[in-house]
């Protein structure tokens, strides 16, 4: 069995999430919207399809926070879907579920000078791969290995690196002040030769303050939930209840990894797991199920769909006729 992803993380972030003033919103999507309305959000930022980008990221969040009801918003531009740019905006409302993420950490620990050029030697050698549209890579190991030769023998160098600086790394992904480095070890971490040691610190990475440090995190948890289901003597055990809680993030990049995430890790429909999903986030999944962008809403309708109790056919079924809302109503129905 070949478990592949398209992108790494580190990379998906740079190419797919962006904010440029220059860009056209092709789609404005929403979530979190219960009790506030569309209507409101579209005329507190004053674009619509068609326009460019607000010019201020931070202006348009702030105005939208002034809406009664709204505690905080998110504006998050997602390139490309068949080449269209997505404005996903993202409202908490005031007793809405609530992901906290833990206070930047203050340490002064760094990662070793190899390790920081082995892995800028590997960004290079992977974003070379992107451009070339090589971007498969095999999680099946329980950490990623591009297709690519070039940027595979890189990654080939990591699990000797990691090992032989091992408490250094976690330290850093725990206690450095610094995001890029934290970011760094969220990434290599998962090379560790004793990974189900690792699980625990990536898990509490999830909640990092830095995005790019909770995508990492959250890339590497996938690895592991893959080597895991394939190997079930490996002794990795990785907690859905992580990413539940990410599915209510503010950050669409947040709430997107987790989705995939637990696809593979709902895979065998735990009951108790699927419990937690419909009373911790069912309104959070109707949100993506409901988005206008198909790649995007795919995994929260396979996710509603496992929470009804549907077989995977039917669910398939139901998707490929265009008809999410049934999915959707059996998931309610299955809640009540």
């Given at each position: 069995m070949r478990v592949r992803s398209t992108l790494p993380i580190f990379l998906f972030l740079a190419v797919t999430s962006v904010y440029a003033q220059d860009l056209r919103i092709d789609v404005l999507d929403f979530y979190g919207l219960r009790k506030v309305s569309e209507t409101q959000i579209r005329k507190a930022l004053g674009v619509r399809e068609g326009d460019r980008m607000p010019p201020s990221k931070g202006d348009a969040e702030s105005k939208v926070d002034q809406i009664a009801g709204v505690v905080e918003s998110h504006l998050e531009a997602v390139c490309c879907d068949n080449g269209q740019t997505i404005l996903y905006?993202?409202?908490?409302?005031?007793?809405?579920?609530?992901?906290?993420?833990?206070?930047?950490?203050?340490?002064?620990?760094?990662?070793?000078?190899?390790?920081?050029?082995t892995y800028n030697r590997f960004l290079e050698a992977a974003q070379a791969a992107s451009r070339r549209g090589s971007t498969d890579e095999d999680l099946t190991h329980g950490?990623?290995?591009?297709?690519?030769?070039?940027?595979?023998?890189?990654?080939?160098?990591?699990?000797?690196?990691?090992?032989?600086?091992?408490?250094?790394v976690r330290a850093v992904?725990?206690?450095?002040?610094?995001?890029?480095?934290?970011?760094?070890?969220?990434?290599?971490?998962?090379?560790?030769?004793?990974?189900?040691?690792?699980?625990?610190?990536?898990?509490?990475?999830?909640?990092?303050?830095?995005?790019?440090?909770?995508n990492n995190a959250a890339r590497s948890l996938v690895a592991?939930?893959?080597?895991?289901?394939l190997d079930p003597s490996s002794g990795i055990t990785i907690s859905p209840t992580w990413f539940i809680e990410m599915l209510n993030s503010?950050?669409?990049?947040?709430?997107?990894?987790?989705l995939g995430a637990l696809q593979t890790l709902t895979d065998s429909r735990d009951p108790l797991v699927l419990d937690q999903l419909r009373t911790r986030a069912l309104d959070a999944l109707i949100d993506m199920?409901?988005?206008?962008?198909?790649?995007?809403?795919l995994p929260a309708v396979?996710?509603?769909?496992?929470?009804?109790?549907?077989?995977e056919p039917e669910i398939q079924a139901a998707w490929t006729r265009g008809d999410r809302e049934t999915v959707i109503t059996a998931a309610k129905k299955k809640a009540k």
């Amino acid at each position: 069995m070949r478990v592949r992803s398209t992108l790494p993380i580190f990379l998906f972030l740079a190419v797919t999430s962006v904010y440029a003033q220059d860009l056209r919103i092709d789609v404005l999507d929403f979530y979190g919207l219960r009790k506030v309305s569309e209507t409101q959000i579209r005329k507190a930022l004053g674009v619509r399809e068609g326009d460019r980008m607000p010019p201020s990221k931070g202006d348009a969040e702030s105005k939208v926070d002034q809406i009664a009801g709204v505690v905080e918003s998110h504006l998050e531009a997602v390139c490309c879907d068949n080449g269209q740019t997505i404005l996903y905006v993202g409202i908490e409302e005031r007793g809405a579920p609530h992901f906290e993420l833990r206070e930047p950490p203050e340490g002064d620990v760094t990662l070793p000078d190899e390790i920081v050029s082995t892995y800028n030697r590997f960004l290079e050698a992977a974003q070379a791969a992107s451009r070339r549209g090589s971007t498969d890579e095999d999680l099946t190991h329980g950490h990623p290995l591009m297709a690519d030769g070039a940027a595979r023998a890189i990654q080939e160098m990591f699990p000797a690196l990691v090992d032989q600086n091992l408490a250094q790394v976690r330290a850093v992904l725990r206690s450095s002040e610094d995001e890029a480095q934290r970011a760094m070890a969220a990434y290599i971490l998962v090379y560790a030769s004793r990974k189900s040691d690792m699980v625990n610190d990536l898990q509490t990475a999830l909640k990092d303050a830095d995005a790019g440090v909770r995508n990492n995190a959250a890339r590497s948890l996938v690895a592991l939930s893959v080597l895991a289901k394939l190997d079930p003597s490996s002794g990795i055990t990785i907690s859905p209840t992580w990413f539940i809680e990410m599915l209510n993030s503010l950050s669409w990049s947040d709430r997107n990894r987790a989705l995939g995430a637990l696809q593979t890790l709902t895979d065998s429909r735990d009951p108790l797991v699927l419990d937690q999903l419909r009373t911790r986030a069912l309104d959070a999944l109707i949100d993506m199920a409901r988005w206008k962008t198909l790649s995007h809403a795919l995994p929260a309708v396979i996710l509603l769909g496992r929470v009804a109790g549907m077989p995977e056919p039917e669910i398939q079924a139901a998707w490929t006729r265009g008809d999410r809302e049934t999915v959707i109503t059996a998931a309610k129905k299955k809640a009540k």
